[in-house]
DNA sequence: CTGAAAGCGCTTACAG
DNA sequence: CTGAAAGCGCTTACAG
């Protein structure tokens, strides 16, 4: 079943066809009937590797990431996959952990495919890492991760501003003595969140911060730093002088982990500690301790990744456009002290989410 | 940079530039080392369009899932990511919301990508919605689904068994009226437990079973379903009379969902109903009430079905063959009653997985 | 509006 | 072991 029966059955050419089905150029009424009666007898299917092989571009999206097993990306490559869909494009999907080596991998592979444009959460700060990509010329957003590149186009979630929503919380709550609970230290949001923090507490008289993050570097996917996060951080924190009375985790599966080795060894949350992350998870108010967080607008950067690779897609040329999502925060009980709270600071609310664009 | 730049810098004819990068046929050592230092020197990337177009037959493997934003599901997706990507495969991943008529479409997609293998978690039981894919030639891997087709494998969750232990449990614990919050009752896992369920409680004198699912048809993604399935159980059940004092539930959504409308209403898990689920999930152990399920062996589903996937891309004629998988029940405290609770039952423990091959 | 023809980049009988 | 050549199924200048 290819374009030559369907052009012997209707008596026209592959090129008639092809203009029929590809909607391009003029075709007589006539003709396209004939065609398209043509095509419901034969039950016939494109062959898109043809297609992909004579156009030179596939309509297939790649999608780059850490890893799906973690909620927050799962909600990510929904959200991308459905609007790729929805335009007849395909999602590859690959999963990097943060490994450049195998990012690399990945990004020849979807250079081999052809795809028509990827959106990558990258696992380096470094451009080079997306030469291949620009060398290809295959149009590209990043996610999550700042890197300064002209040729893409690039939605990041206000790291600032969700590290002083937490703070914020935190230290009306009394807490000054910090931890910061981060997986590699290489990437945007660890960095930029470190910064604020640091910048935060500077203005904090006796404020201190203990960065826990260096020794799980190595530390793979959702069940291994379900295991190794929390003890590894208690150890390095309980060496601590002063030992921190905070913790401020980089996502909800650290935060588990966290939360287990501390329920493990006795310490009661908040009254001993307080523990609090960047990422919503469901069940955190159902947590014996229900956990505050700062939630990140999944949906919305999914949509705006798509968007602007399909507006990028459209028109190569266009500059490098930057967005910046405002996360939300969700104020449960997991921040505050047993004495010393501020109820207040502690009443269940929410903030209204931002956004914002820049050039 | 093709074939034919290659062959013309390595002196050498097309043909054989494709025998030494595809590893087949016979090339002298002497060529062999022209090929590969040209193929060095020009910085060469393979054209997959050509390839599949020529082999009629894509390195791509497809999964079509119900939605990968489920934690159970996402954790498959990544597996078989994997396993696909150490053999030069690339994932084309599909959510179907178990809707019939997109699962289609996806079919249809991957049918046009030629795909050199489907695994496919199947909105429906009835085969008739592979035939696509069986005309097609495209081997296929069922997962969760039980489908009677000749030409599948099938990897399966022991329902019948995990049904078992949850309700051993339950009963154990007193428990006599029951509630099975499932989403469509047209899929395998619903359809077995919810027999399960029934055979075993007609030994139950006095026993009660309540299903709480046929409204839920329309729920959509995790979202929708944390917001919705809650509400609607307990409006059903506490219509019921007697009123169920055990929820069994489909998945840890769902339960999530459920226990955040009981804490609304005020009722108290252990205390006051009980709530168990067939699905693990990170934080369950941390929940105020923490949560007794059953938990998928989601590595070993993957693995084997990438397994038998790749065995059956190799040897199209196998006949159909069916693996079940055997859960583990997870103890922990939302089995019980706060009064008559079997504390020998509810201490912490965990039964050895088993694996079983049917033919 | 239409068709003949070239060509995208590979692989694979076929002949030697 | 090697190469010339055909062909996978489309799309797209080109000429009419």
């Known amino acids: 079943m290819t374009y030559k029966d369907i052009a012997r059955a209707a008596q ?3 090129a008639t066809v092809s203009r029929v089905l590809a909607g391009t150029g003029q075709v007589s009424e006539e003709r396209r009937d004939r065609v398209l009666a043509a095509v419901d007898g034969l039950s016939y299917r494109p062959s898109r590797a043809a297609r992909t092989l004579r156009r030179q571009r596939a309509d297939t999206i790649g999608l780059i990431v850490s890893d799906v097993e973690y909620p927050f990306v799962a909600s990510i490559a929904r959200a991308v996959e459905n609007a790729a869909a929805a335009r007849g494009f395909a999602l590859a999907v690959c999963n990097s952990d943060e490994n450049l080596g195998r990012e690399r991998t990945y990004i020849d592979l979807l250079i081999e495919e052809q795809v028509a444009g990827v959106i990558i959460s990258p696992a380096t700060e470094d451009p080079g890492a997306l030469r291949p990509l620009r060398d290809a010329r295959v149009p590209v957003v990043t996610l999550d991760r700042r890197i300064d590149a002209q040729y893409t186009d690039n939605v990041l979630l206000d790291n600032a501003a969700a590290t002083q929503m937490l703070l914020a919380d935190l230290l009306a709550h009394g807490h000054r003595h910090f931890a910061a609970v981060v997986g590699t230290t290489a990437a945007t949001p660890s960095r930029e969140r470190l910064e604020a923090m640091r910048s935060e507490l500077e203005r904090v008289p006796g404020a201190t911060l203990v960065v826990a993050g260096s020794r799980l570097g190595d530390t793979v996917g959702v069940r291994q730093t379900l295991e190794t996060v929390g003890p590894a951080v208690l150890a390095l924190t309980r060496a601590a002088h002063p030992e921190p009375t905070a913790y401020v985790c980089a996502n909800a599966v650290m935060l588990t982990s966290l939360l287990e080795a501390l329920h493990d060894q006795g310490v009661a949350v908040p009254d001993d500690v307080a523990v609090v992350c960047f990422d919503d998870m469901p069940g955190f108010s159902l947590f014996a301790t ?23 897609m459209a028109e190569p040329g266009l500059p490098s456009r930057t967005t910046l999502l405002t996360p939300e925060l969700v104020t449960r009980r997991s ?6 709270i501020d109820r207040a600071a502690c009443a269940s609310s929410t903030n209204e989410p931002q956004e914002q664009e820049l050039t």
Request: overall charge positive; aromatic content about 4%; glycine content about 10%.
């Open 335 to 340: 921040c505050g002290h047993g004495s010393g």
């Open 290 to 312: 229900p956990v505050t967080c700062v939630t990140q607008p999944t949906r919305r950067i999914a949509t705006k990744a798509v968007e602007l690779l399909f507006s990028r």
């Open 12 to 14: 026209v050419s592959t």
